[in-house]
């Protein structure tokens, strides 16, 4: 299902422990779009995260899905490239 298809990781925190982040692997992708409460979409993604004590069904917490990573590479703002014939700065 789009860019879901391509992570190479996903990071998980949970509120329950608020000082740790866990790995974790897409297990499975429902196709199908699940509207909220408010009116928002959302893909219901089930994830297999490692070595987690005491995982309490329900939890709730937030997962980073991620596409691509570069060891050692420069992160800097889009404002601060400078364009100047066809090169960047």
Request: hydrophobic share 40%.
């Amino acid at each position: 299902m789009g860019k879901l298809e391509s992570v190479e990781r996903v990071q998980v925190s949970l509120d329950i422990y608020p000082t740790k982040t866990f790995n974790a692997k897409i297990k499975k992708v429902k196709p199908q779009v699940v509207t909220s409460a408010s009116g928002s979409g959302a893909i219901t993604v089930e994830l297999k995260i490692s070595k987690v004590e005491r995982f309490i069904d329900g939890a709730s917490g937030d997962a980073e899905f991620i596409i691509e990573e570069k060891q050692g590479a420069l992160v800097a703002p889009k404002k601060a490239i400078l364009k100047k014939d066809n090169k960047d700065f």
